[in-house]
């Protein structure tokens, strides 16, 4: 097994870790760090704006974290507001996050965000799309600059626009689908390969992505 391999196998070992609550103790936080700053010289994708059809995909989260601190951040599935998943565009109702997924796709610079919900209960599912567009610039060549401008509740196959607005409590007469004002924010794609990608947020968020060999959820690939 090569020095990559190895550290990559180690890395999801650790994230593997993580308690009945989805976060980790201070040993295990520092070890999925060591492995993050180890892999990320070794990146075969030093230069993500020459490969960018390489970079593209579904990817789905196997690490997250929010904020600067481990402490502030939270596990991929935890109980979250409505509110917080759209940049405030829908109600501060309360719903489960079980999944998030980011969809890269070179025609039309998407960089969209796919958030999996539920209501409380479990019984009701949807997705949370955040639309959002990319922009590379040659003296950044690892900064994906975003601009998210909509977010969009779907319903899951089977169910109506109403009906989907009656299991979480939403208006009648809510728009599924609001603009936003794009908030100015960027991802570094500090690694990059067959199967794993990792990133560092505008806001201090570290994030390792496994490559989904699914259909996308918001757009083709």
């Not at 520092?30 to 390489?54: G, M």
């Not at 949807?126 to 040659?138: A, K, N």
Request: aromatic letters at 10%; hydrophobic letters at 35%.
């Amino acid at each position: 097994m090569s020095g990559t391999s190895s550290l990559k196998a180690e890395l999801n070992k650790a994230i593997d870790q993580a308690g009945p609550d989805g976060l980790y103790d201070d040993a295990t936080f520092e070890r999925i760090h060591a492995c993050i700053e180890a892999l990320v010289p070794l990146s075969p994708t030093p230069r993500p704006i020459d490969s960018q059809e390489f970079v593209q995909s579904p990817w789905g989260s196997r690490f997250a974290q929010f904020g600067m601190r481990h402490t502030a951040g939270k596990p991929i599935r935890h109980q979250s507001k409505l509110s917080l998943q759209s940049f405030n565009r829908f109600p501060a109702l309360d719903v489960r996050v079980d999944d998030i997924n980011q969809e890269i796709r070179v025609a039309g610079n998407h960089y969209n965000n796919v958030i999996s919900i539920t209501t409380l209960d479990g019984r009701h599912a949807g997705q949370i799309i955040v639309w959002g567009r990319y922009e590379l610039l040659p003296e950044e060549p690892q900064r994906y600059r975003v601009s998210f401008y909509a977010c969009e509740l779907v319903p899951p196959a089977g169910v109506t626009p109403a009906q989907f607005r009656q299991q979480f409590g939403l208006a009648p007469d809510l728009a599924l689908k609001q603009d936003l004002k794009p908030p100015k924010l960027h991802s570094d794609v500090v690694y990059c390969d067959e199967d794993m990608r990792i990133n560092f947020g505008s806001m201090g968020g570290v994030y390792v992505m496994r490559r989904l060999a699914t259909p996308g959820k918001s757009v083709d690939f």
